[in-house]
Every structure is written in C-alpha cells, then in structure tokens.
C-alpha cells in the first residue's frame, strides 16, 4: 500500500481479533503501532516489533472519554502524531429484544457508539492541527441489515455510520478522512459466543461464500482505506462479507 511506512497508527480493541490482525498488517506495512485495549495488549506488541516496528500498549477504557484523551496523549508522546485511528474496539450483548435488558442496552452502545466519540475527540485536535489524518470505524453487516437477538449492536454500528458521514462533510476541508468497514461474520472470539447450532444452520448457510471471513482479510481493507491509494474515499462504508449481504 502506498503511504503507509513510518506513518503512526492507533488501533483500540487491538489485543486480539480483527484489531490484532490489522495491528500485524500496518506493521508489514511499515506503521508504527499503538496498541490500544482495556485488556493487555503486550502479545501484539511484541507480534508487530517482531516485523521490524515500532509498537506500544496503551491500556484505554473507550467508554470514558478522559481515559481516551489520556490515550491520544500517550500516543503523541511516544511517536508525536497520529495519522490513523481504528475504531475497532466492540462487544456484544446479544437477546431477543423482547428479553433485552437496559444494562445490556447501555453497556454496547457504550462501548460501540459512545466508545467510538470519545476516540474521535480525543484524536481530532492533533489531527486538526496536522491538517491530515484518517479515522477508520469498525461498523458491521448487522448496522446494515440487522440481526435476531441484536438490537443493541445494531443501532450502534448503525450509528457509527452516521457518525462517519457526518465528520466527512465537516471535516473533509481539513484535509481529514473518515471512513467505516462493515465486515460480515469473521472468526474471532465475538462469533465463537453464538451458539453452535445457530451459527451452523442460521448464518453459515446464508454465507455465498461459504465460511467466516478471516480477520485479516478485514485488516487488509482497513490498510487500503488509509492508505494514499484511498485518498479521495471519504465518508463512505464498504463491506467484507463474502457476499452474505447479497
Ligand atoms: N439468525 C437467525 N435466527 C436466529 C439467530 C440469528 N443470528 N439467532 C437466533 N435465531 C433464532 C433461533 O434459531 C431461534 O429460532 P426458533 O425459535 O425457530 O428455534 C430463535 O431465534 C430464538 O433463539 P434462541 O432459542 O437461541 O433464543 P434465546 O433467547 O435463548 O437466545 C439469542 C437468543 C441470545 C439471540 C441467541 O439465539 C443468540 O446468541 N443468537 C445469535 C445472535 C447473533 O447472530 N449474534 C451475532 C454475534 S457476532 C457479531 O455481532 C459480529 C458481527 O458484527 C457480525
Ligand atoms: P474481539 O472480541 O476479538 O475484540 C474486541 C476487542 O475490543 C477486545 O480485545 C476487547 O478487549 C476490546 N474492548 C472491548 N471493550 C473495550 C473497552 N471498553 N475499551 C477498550 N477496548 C475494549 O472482537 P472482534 O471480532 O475482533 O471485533 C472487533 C470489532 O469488529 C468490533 O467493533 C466488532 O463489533 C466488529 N465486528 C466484528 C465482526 C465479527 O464477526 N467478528 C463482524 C463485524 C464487526
């Protein structure tokens, strides 16, 4: 990818799943990493310095925006900008709406929606004031169609989009971009909580492709999206489904 090396990337929710994969694919494209996660993050620290880069964890809970500022701040003083930011940490807390609980209501859009503002403020000065900089978001398949037993999660990677396309039209004349990734289902630990048997004969089946994405085929996306080739992509959401949305 094109303008990627030496460039500075923060990616939250980056201790395992999609966001450690795409930690590893910024690190093979020569970016050097902050590792961003409420749990340690050390694993993919050491993965990315393995390739020759620089990396460091920052623990960061995104629902709490000081905890986001600090973040940012760590970032600025080990590296001195910030040229990417993922928004890529996310959970869930899936049940039917009819037994959905506000607790789990609050605790996704908290993470998912709320997360994803705070790490946009917290961010938005330094690139601001760099007049560059790209924030990529982890939306989903589900904030596009939605999803049984996903009310939450759905309004929040729905959201996100909103989100998105409205910081594009602000912001584009700030040399910023904003774009989202709405990935179908991908093998990581979130798709491992559903149950056997409707993973199997409800959402496999419905895959053209015929089996769960691999993370890093959703971190490929991400590289392309922040990269040069991508310069004159923005506010838009592009799907990596294996045609599960077809
Ligand atoms: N698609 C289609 N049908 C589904 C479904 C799904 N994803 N999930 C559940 N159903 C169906 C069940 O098969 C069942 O159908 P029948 O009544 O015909 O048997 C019905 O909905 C009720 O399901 P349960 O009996 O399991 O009801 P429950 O109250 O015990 O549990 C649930 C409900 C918590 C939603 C549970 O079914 C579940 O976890 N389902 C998976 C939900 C899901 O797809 N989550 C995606 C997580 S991964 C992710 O979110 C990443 C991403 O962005 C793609
Ligand atoms: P994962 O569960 O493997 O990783 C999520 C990471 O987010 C974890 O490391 C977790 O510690 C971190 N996290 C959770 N809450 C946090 C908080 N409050 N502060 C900081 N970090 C926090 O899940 P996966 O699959 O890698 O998900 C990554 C993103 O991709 C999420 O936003 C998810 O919603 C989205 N996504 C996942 C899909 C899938 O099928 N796996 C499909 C579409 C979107």
Do not use: H
Not at 55 to 77: F, G, H, N, Q, R
Not at 190 to 216: D, F, S, T
């Amino acid at each position: 990818m094109r303008g990627l090396k030496d460039k500075v990337v923060l990616i939250t929710g980056a201790a395992g799943g999609i966001g450690k994969a795409t930690a590893l694919r910024f690190a093979e494209e020569g970016a050097k990493v902050v590792v961003a996660d409420f749990v340690d993050g050390m694993d993919t620290v050491s993965a990315v310095r393995e390739k020759g880069v620089d990396a460091i964890y920052v623990k960061v809970d995104v629902t709490d925006l000081e905890s986001a500022k600090t973040m940012a701040a760590k970032a600025i003083e080990a590296f001195g900008r910030i040229d990417v930011l993922i928004n890529n940490a996310g959970i869930t807390k899936d049940a039917m709406m009819k037994k959905m609980s506000k607790d789990a209501w609050d605790a996704v859009i908290g993470v998912n929606l709320t997360g994803v503002f705070n790490c946009t403020t917290a961010v938005l000065p330094f690139m601001l004031e760099q007049q560059s900089g790209t924030v990529l978001t982890t939306s989903s398949i589900v904030g596009l169609y939605g999803n049984v037993g996903q009310t939450n999660y759905a309004a929040s990677k729905w959201g996100v989009i909103g989100m998105t396309k409205s910081w594009a039209k602000e912001m584009a004349k700030n040399g910023l971009r904003f774009n989202c990734v709405a990935p179908g289902f991908i093998g990581t630990d979130m798709v491992r909580k559903i149950p056997e048997q409707v993973l199997q004969e409800k959402i496999i089946v419905k895959i053209p492709a015929g089996r769960l994405g691999e993370p890093e085929e959703v971190a490929a996306l991400f590289a392309f999206l922040a990269s040069d080739d991508a310069k004159y992509i923005n506010g838009a959401v592009f799907s990596v489904d294996g045609a599960a949305t077809l």
